[in-house]
């Protein structure tokens, strides 16, 4: 009955409809792949993968013309029911079976919308980073430490562990390469800084002018990083830049010093704002301009986890992990063979579930003798390392090649060879810094004894 002057608008309805249906025939399909999933916590992992895509697809259709909305809406919460109800009896099929979940997480940062209670420890390094922030004449921070050891994870809790007087801001340097303009610059800052402050806080922050923004662009960032300032006077806003080592890649690229020099700039004129600069290099390891940007800052150093905390991670890596999982004497392994750090500890026991899985149900060498009882032993530790290592070969081929200089190479190769004290003082005590190296009764050794094993394994010492 519509005129037809209204033929175009009825084509985008008629797309917008068409579109719905092609995500609900995608979810259908996904339902049918978690249903025929090999494992009971697989099928229960799938499928809530599936219903957060049923949800976003409820909360856009609510953009659609409302004729459309209304008419998909009670279709679509009756699916969300359907779903929720096959999630929670699944879930209770799979807590009754003798499989345990691979919870493990080795692929990126934790996020505390989705693994609230995964975070394990560092709470003397939110202490000192609120200490230090709330202090009348705060220095900027430099957060520091190997890579993989939770830096930004522990950035992406600061809102959950910090007091409400300090609006932690995170921006992710990453981003900066993506662009050789200050613009780029400017513009990726505002995007991410005002996600954050939603994010983290709940804020809405002053506008910014995207006229003045392209003809001026760190002017115009100045200007709203004074706006917001003032319109938080009680608070301290932290601004959290991740991988700032990244700025390297616009500066040589570009030939301009700008954003740092805006950055030094926002530290020494501004009663509010803080910055901490996070990474994994120390301020000697860096191009020499960095000196003028990072003198005043104070370090902070992650480390490993402390023996509590590793052994919490290990056992408790979520809130209803089973009990019935690790001998004592494994557990003590797996600390000992990581020392505390979390991403090796992550590494080797996903691969220990698996195997314990295979002994529990019965699967692959032990396909007919199903063990339901099973513990990790140290036995099954060592058989994990070469798995692990596998599964690990990028990041530790990296730590070797990209995160050691080659003397720092050839001092470690010394130390592996059985040379307890390397002539290179200089390096050795870097090493040390670094906690790559400690210092035993019989001279130096490699600090984790993962690393010594890939070292010898990955034929570096020939």
Known sequence: SAASSDYPLRDVYKRQILDLLSELYDISQDIITARDASTPYRRVALLKVTIAKLQQLRINSKEMPRTIAIQFAPGLKNWHHILEKTQAAWYDNAKRSCEIPAVYITRSSLDPNQAADRFKGRQDIFQEIETIALSDTPPSLLLYGQRRTGKTSTLKYLPDRLNTDLIPLFVNAQRFAETTTLYGI????????????????????????????????LAELRRWFDAIGQHHRSKKLLLCIDEYERFDEFIHSTQTHAPLHFLRNTMQRSDNWVVLFSGSHTPDELAPYWSDYLIETQAIRLSYLRDPEARDLIVNPTPDFPDDVYSSDAITAIVQLTHGQPYYIQLICGELISLLNDIRLGRGQHKDAANPDALVTPALVEQAIPLALDRGQQYFREFWTLSLGLAERDVLTEILNGVAMPANRPIRKKLFDKEIICMTSDGFKIRVPLIEIYCKGAEILG
């Open 186 to 217: 400017a513009r990726s800052f505002h995007t991410q800084i005002t996600e954050a402050a939603q994010h983290s806080r709940n804020l809405t922050l002053p506008s910014l002018d995207p006229d003045d923004l392209k003809l001026d662009p």
